[in-house]
């Protein structure tokens, strides 16, 4: 027979220590070891309850009810400071995740188009409106686009190598976006209305040229296009570019037109009095343009019999520099932040 007073001093013992044990534990698997040490299947408490059946019969009724009380508190005990250990951790990731709304914002610095883009797309936009395709074509080109179907012939001074970047004798860095007219009209008839925007590679560098600048190249192909019909858009674009200035039309030669012009604008710095940029004239060179020479209709298979048209060329830094009075084209390359931001 088992002694009932025994059993009660293991209990009480039990509970002291159990009571303890919980109080000082400091995290949530510790616990979860307590619960299964004491009030588990296989804890200390089930092993006390397994000694009843060996107690005397009067006695097991109060012993197995204090077992039980002592349970209980035990499971209390493990709740409370569960929650307890819990409102310890949100309290300590609060005071972690602590957000400071007076402290001053992180400046971010936004981005922009780069001035050659945004002058690029206020052309196209322009040349849109009146109707035109934006067609593209390759920066490495044949010689073939670049020079040969343009009536440019080998002795031809724009061949020299002091302008041209060869690879190799027939593949080159495009000089100009003229090409893209050949393989234009190579891939499609008349009627044609296009714009060829794009980089172009010269060997030359100065206050005024880098070796790789924008063109954009426009063209009109069709049964009845005249010089007149040059004069009118090129009008109605240099006006939408540069407000109501003065347009003046000087011959001038490039071997892909016939007759071959070029076009000055009054000078936009000094309103046309003669200044530093205009070199004193009140005029500023702008874009070169003509008639569609019949030896590049010949060389795409169009009958220059049947088809006329007109081609311009103008250089996007060109216009960049003096719609923005700047004096020197290499700030556009040199990426200086004190520079693009003014855009
Ligand atoms: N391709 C010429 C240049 O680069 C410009 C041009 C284009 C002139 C079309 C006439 C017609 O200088």
Same mark, same amino acid.
Request: glycine residues 8%.
């Given at each position: 027979?088992?002694?009932?007073?025994?059993?009660q001093?293991?209990?009480?013992?039990? %509970?002291s220590e159990?009571?303890?044990?919980?109080?000082? &534990?400091?995290d949530?698997?510790?616990l979860?070891?307590?619960?299964?040490?004491?009030?588990?299947?296989?804890?200390?408490?089930?092993?006390?309850?397994? +000694?009843? #059946?060996?107690?005397?019969?009067d006695?097991?009724?109060?012993?197995? $009810?204090?077992?039980?009380? @002592?349970?209980?508190?035990?499971?209390?005990?493990?709740?409370?400071r569960? @929650?307890?250990l819990?409102?310890? /951790?949100?309290k &300590?990731?609060?005071?972690?995740?602590? %957000?400071?709304?007076t402290?001053?914002?992180?400046?971010?610095q936004?981005?922009?188009? =780069?001035?050659?883009?945004?002058?690029?797309?206020e052309?196209?936009?322009?040349?849109?409106?009146?109707?035109?395709?934006? @067609?593209e074509?390759?920066?490495v $080109?044949? !010689?073939?686009?670049?020079?040969?179907?343009?009536?440019i #012939?080998?002795? =031809?001074?724009?061949?020299?190598?002091?302008?041209?970047?060869? *690879?190799s004798d027939?593949?080159?860095?495009?000089? =100009?976006?003229?090409?893209?007219?050949?393989?234009?009209?190579?891939?499609?008839?008349?009627?044609?209305?296009?714009? &060829?925007?794009?980089a172009?590679?010269?060997? !030359?560098?100065?206050?005024?040229h880098?070796?790789m600048?924008?063109?954009?190249?426009g063209?009109?192909?069709?049964?009845?296009?005249?010089?007149a019909?040059l004069?009118?858009?090129?009008?109605?674009?240099? /006006?939408?570019?540069?407000? +109501?200035?003065g347009? /003046?039309?000087? #011959?001038? *030669?490039? #071997?892909?037109?016939?007759?071959? @012009?070029?076009?000055?604008?009054?000078?936009?710095i000094?309103?046309?009095?003669?200044?530093?940029?205009c070199?004193?004239?009140?005029?500023?060179?702008?874009?070169?343009?003509?008639m569609? =020479?019949?030896?590049?209709?010949k &060389?795409v298979?169009?009958?220059p019999? +049947?088809?006329?048209?007109?081609?311009?060329?103008l250089?996007? $830094?060109r216009i960049?520099m003096?719609?923005y009075?700047?004096?020197?084209?290499?700030? *556009?390359? +040199?990426?200086?932040?004190?520079?693009? /931001?003014?855009?």
């Amino acid at each position: 027979m088992t002694d009932s007073g025994g059993v009660q001093d293991k209990l009480s013992s039990l %509970l002291s220590e159990a009571l303890s044990e919980i109080t000082s &534990a400091d995290d949530a698997n510790v616990l979860q070891l307590l619960k299964s040490k004491y009030a588990g299947r296989k804890g200390l408490i089930a092993s006390l309850l397994k +000694e009843l #059946p060996g107690l005397a019969p009067d006695n097991r009724g109060a012993v197995g $009810e204090a077992i039980n009380n @002592a349970k209980e508190a035990i499971e209390a005990a493990l709740e409370s400071r569960s @929650a307890a250990l819990a409102a310890d /951790r949100a309290k &300590a990731s609060l005071a972690k995740e602590r %957000l400071d709304v007076t402290l001053p914002g992180r400046f971010i610095q936004p981005g922009r188009l =780069h001035p050659i883009t945004q002058v690029m797309n206020e052309v196209e936009d322009i040349f849109l409106g009146l109707g035109f395709d934006i @067609a593209e074509g390759p920066q490495v $080109e044949l !010689d073939r686009y670049n020079f040969a179907s343009l009536n440019i #012939p080998k002795n =031809h001074p724009a061949r020299d190598m002091q302008d041209t970047f060869y *690879f190799s004798d027939d593949l080159l860095l495009r000089t =100009h976006t003229s090409p893209v007219q050949i393989r234009v009209m190579e891939s499609v008839k008349p009627p044609i209305r296009a714009i &060829a925007p794009g980089a172009v590679f010269r060997r !030359d560098s100065d206050i005024t040229h880098t070796p790789m600048f924008h063109q954009l190249e426009g063209f009109m192909v069709d049964t009845n296009i005249s010089f007149a019909n040059l004069k009118s858009v090129l009008m109605d674009f240099l /006006r939408q570019l540069f407000g +109501e200035v003065g347009i /003046r039309i000087r #011959p001038s *030669f490039f #071997p892909f037109v016939e007759p071959g @012009a070029e076009v000055d604008i009054t000078c936009v710095i000094c309103s046309g009095n003669g200044c530093r940029v205009c070199k004193e004239t009140g005029w500023l060179e702008i874009l070169g343009c003509g008639m569609i =020479h019949p030896n590049v209709f010949k &060389a795409v298979n169009y009958d220059p019999e +049947e088809y006329t048209g007109f081609a311009f060329g103008l250089g996007i $830094e060109r216009i960049a520099m003096l719609k923005y009075g700047i004096d020197d084209i290499r700030l *556009f390359y +040199e990426n200086d932040l004190r520079f693009l /931001r003014q855009f």
